[in-house]
């Protein structure tokens, strides 16, 4: 018999299985495998070296404004404080006594007076200025024709030189020759002593600082109004949502943290009041009696009228200590109540 056909034998050699590395290519290569033409990612030093030049370079460019925040910020109220355990007249040696300032201040009823006179300023000032900030950067909020220069025309007050304005509206709240006084005579109403007046002096005063920061404050809730979305208010109306619904449900709930920034900057600025009560109550200044004496005021006239700087840096600290528990209560109060994301 014969023995079976045996097939051809082809000796061609098995195709080599491609790895990993070899199909990424050179280009394509991993970490830690860097291949030709490729250098290779640094080392841990490497990346140390880098992260902190990356952390000089940062601190470079926050580093002069750091300075100044240390220099005009922190560094007045460490020496303020200092300045407070001290009796110092500016002219003789200071004497240190610790915390009999403190003490002082404690059954000082005049420091006292000052506080709550500056509560009400704030009272009567901080609710009208903010409403009505907010009903303007509604009402401006449009694109009509003219809106640019009504937005410039509200913030000029507050671009004016609070003592130059505070004359001029001494001037016209003047009791005898007032223009306010002279266009209520056109309707029969007799002269009021406006400035004279233990009553009105305060509330005046408050007209003329709401006067000069609604259209300031306003900016901020205009900025706030232009970053909510519109298609949030195209689909209320789609719901069938009035203008005063659109209004408590989106347009207040989103503008929470423009309100919380407006809050905590007007109350800081009318807790420091100082130029318009100056100017307008000359020269019975802080007058009538006392009606206008605000903490600003008080902490003037004891440093430079009564020479009794140690004193004055101790009702000071007092001002800082108020706005320091006002500030943090509106960041407890905010912080739940606060989104800053628009859907």
């Avoid at 005009?72 to 020496?79: E, G, K, R, T």
């Avoid at 610790?98 to 005049?110: E, I, K, P, T, V």
């Avoid at 002096?201 to 979305?229: E, H």
């Amino acid at each position: 018999m014969s023995a079976p056909i045996q097939p051809p034998s082809t000796n061609v050699p098995a195709k080599p299985t491609a790895t990993p590395a070899d199909a990424a290519g050179p280009g394509n290569a991993e970490p830690g495998n860097a291949g030709p033409g490729t250098a290779a990612p640094p080392g841990r030093g490497g990346r140390r070296v880098q992260r902190l030049r990356a952390t000089l370079t940062a601190y470079a460019l926050i580093g002069p404004s750091l300075l100044g925040v240390l220099a005009f910020l922190l560094a007045p109220v460490v020496i303020v404080a200092v300045i407070s355990l001290f009796r110092w007249n500016l002219l003789s040696s200071p004497k240190f006594i610790g915390l009999a300032n403190y003490r002082r201040m404690a059954h000082d009823g005049s420091v006292w007076h000052s506080v709550l006179v500056t509560f009400a300023y704030v009272v009567l000032t901080i609710p009208v200025q903010t409403v009505l900030a907010l009903l303007l950067a509604v009402m401006l909020n449009t694109r009509l024709r003219g809106v640019k220069v009504l937005r410039a025309v509200y913030v000029v007050p507050w671009m004016a030189t609070p003592v130059v304005m505070g004359v001029v509206w001494r001037w016209i709240f003047d009791g005898r020759h007032g223009a306010v006084n002279a266009f209520l005579a056109l309707f029969g109403v007799d002269a009021v002593n406006w400035l004279q007046s233990t009553t009105l002096a305060l509330p005046t005063v408050a007209i003329v600082g709401i006067w000069s920061s609604a259209g300031y404050t306003m900016l901020f809730f205009l900025a706030g109004l232009q970053g909510i979305p519109d298609h949030l208010y195209e689909a209320a109306r789609v719901d069938g949502a009035t203008p005063v619904q659109q209004f408590f449900r989106i347009t207040l709930p989103l503008l929470r943290p423009t309100m919380f920034f407006v809050l905590v900057t007007s109350v800081i600025g009318s807790f420091q009041v100082f130029d318009t009560v100056y100017s307008m109550t000359a020269p019975n200044y802080g007058g009538p009696g006392n009606a206008t004496a605000v903490l600003n005021f008080k902490i003037y006239s004891t440093a430079f009228q009564l020479f009794d700087d140690g004193y004055a840096s101790a009702i000071a600290m007092l001002l800082f200590g108020l706005l320091l528990v006002l500030t943090l209560a509106q960041v407890l109060y905010f912080r739940k109540r606060t989104t800053y994301e628009h859907g």
